[in-house]
């Protein structure tokens, strides 16, 4: 691939954030948030626009829009301005025996220009919720919302330019191409949300000017329902986390090991919720108001060829209903009896269609979980404490949930990341700010005799006694 240069006009907002970068890196915590409370004021302002950009891109209803969008980067700011002070200030440490003498501190420091990249599955959320955690650590940022939500990404923009001088925050709008130039740029952090393909070109990139990186990716989140679990609040709660936004989260159920014994009742009790949350009547229809729509026609296509896939491989259409990829309206799909060599079961299926695996033996579904790259969220439905403390002890993942799904994500006191395939490093409230700061250790040495001066050369017998007391003792 021949290397994409930044346009003259990105590497001079580059440059432009860069000289600008020193002095909003000592800019006060007020400051910073007088500029988040301007930022808040200015979403709510434009919440109306939000809502009609996030419809004319991915078809999301009102109430989706309000709760998955606006309201998770409105009380990102709340709580950021609730505990910047604290987060902020810097943490004194103790001084063994050994730094006698010396004090120490921890200080938080901007780490300068920062890039952030957008998914176009929360376009709106994903981008500005990033940007929160940027500004209260005291950086500039230039953002790059997705070319395929390009509603949101106009919306986003223009937001941005009215509360925000270029030199602070500015939004590049564009595809891999511009994203492909501005990775080229040597920013101080970059920070990523998408898929772990994309990730690593993001990585490698980031490599070149050893630049830090948080990668928000996906993959397979796995769900285990075990026999004592209660089905009716199972099924409301993975009912709404796997059809919210068509499907289309990263921490959204990806496929569920049921236990044999319960199977049948559960998805019963599924089939019913879901229509009861999305649909309207007795069906989920292209006028449903509740349901999202797929974001374009290739994701369609390739969610269509996922389902044709598995039941060539002999999966059970359990529950589906008419499609009309016209309207990119995909129906909810439950299959049963997938082969694990489907490819539905080998990539991350990112829409509307939930295999169910059976099982009787939960050592098969934690092998079968640890065979797989660790997942960004992992779900138990139980009743059985000491299963789910089984499952937490032999498996990794970024997050989990007991009895519940996605309601990670909004916690605010959590931090929220994956863990090698689905992620590296940590967004959100106190993690978020830590991501971009650099943790500056520092060490205050006194004039005069220091207890280091002990172990100075020449190695002489006194040096080499001092040594052997700090070995055995210390
Ligand atoms: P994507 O990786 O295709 O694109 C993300 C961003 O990267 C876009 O802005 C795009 O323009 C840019 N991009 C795409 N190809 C690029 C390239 N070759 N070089 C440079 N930049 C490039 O992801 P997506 O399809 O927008 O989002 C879906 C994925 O994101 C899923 O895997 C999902 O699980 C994941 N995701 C993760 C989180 C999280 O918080 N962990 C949240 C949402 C989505």
């Known amino acids: 691939m021949t290397p994409v240069a930044p346009s003259p006009t990105v590497q001079a907002l580059f440059a432009h954030q860069q000289a600008h970068a020193q002095r909003w890196r000592q800019s006060s915590i007020r400051e910073r948030k007088k500029l988040l409370r301007q930022l808040r004021e200015a979403i709510l302002a434009q919440r109306e626009k939000i809502r009609a950009a996030v419809m004319a891109d991915l078809g999301k209803p009102a109430a989706e829009a309000d709760l ?4 998770p980067v409105v009380s990102e700011i709340s709580h950021v301005i609730s505990n910047l002070d604290a987060w902020a200030r810097p943490v004194k440490v103790d001084a063994p025996l050994t730094m006698l003498g010396t004090r120490a501190e921890i200080r938080y420091e901007a780490k300068g220009v ?9 376009p709106f959320m994903l981008t500005l919720g990033p940007l929160v955690s940027c500004l209260a650590a005291g950086n500039t940022a230039m953002l790059k919302p997705s070319e395929y939500t390009p509603n949101t990404s106009a919306v986003i923009a223009s937001l941005v330019r009215s509360i925000f001088p270029e030199e602070r925050v500015t939004v590049v709008e564009g595809g891999v191409e511009e994203s492909t130039a501005l990775l080229r740029l040597p920013f101080d952090h970059i920070f990523f949300t998408g898929s772990p393909a994309v990730g690593k070109v993001v990585m490698r990139a980031a490599a070149e000017h050893l630049t830090s990186v948080t990668l928000e990716l996906g993959g397979k989140s796995p769900t285990i329902i075990d026999q004592t679990a209660r089905l009716e609040d199972a099924a409301k709660r993975i009912s709404y986390g796997k059809w919210l936004n068509n499907g289309q989260s990263c921490i959204a159920p990806d496929y569920l090991w049921v236990h044999e014994r319960v199977k049948d009742a559960f ?9 009861k949350q999305f649909g309207q009547r007795t069906a989920i229809t292209p006028q449903s108001p509740d349901y999202a729509r797929v974001i374009n026609d290739k994701n369609f296509q390739r969610l269509d060829h996922l389902l044709r896939d598995a039941v060539q491989r002999g999966a059970t259409v359990e529950w589906s209903g008419p499609m009309d990829a016209g309207q990119r309206f995909f129906h909810p799909v439950i299959l049963s009896g997938v082969s694990l060599e489907a490819r539905i079961m080998q990539e991350e299926i990112f829409g509307p269609i939930l295999p169910i695996l059976t099982y009787t033996d939960e050592d098969e579904v934690i092998r079968h979980i640890n065979a797989q790259p660790k997942a960004l969220a992992l779900y138990v439905f139980t009743t059985r404490m ?6 937490m002890a032999q498996t990794s993942s970024g997050t989990a949930c007991l009895n519940d799904c996605v309601l990670q994500f909004v916690h605010p006191n959590l931090p929220f990341g994956g863990v090698n395939n689905s992620g590296i490093g940590k967004a959100h409230g106190e993690a978020g700010f830590r991501a971009f700061s650099n943790e500056k250790s520092i060490v205050k040495q006194k004039n005069g005799f220091a207890s280091p001066y002990a172990l100075y050369p020449p190695y002489n017998t006194r040096v080499r006694k001092v040594l052997d007391v700090l070995i055995k003792w210390f």
């Open 114 to 122: 920062c890039l952030i990249i957008g998914p176009w599955n929360y």
């Open 386 to 391: 000491s299963f789910f403390e089984k499952v």
């Open 68 to 71: 998955s969008e606006v309201y």
């Open 267 to 275: 998805v019963e009790k599924l089939t019913q919720t879901v229509i």
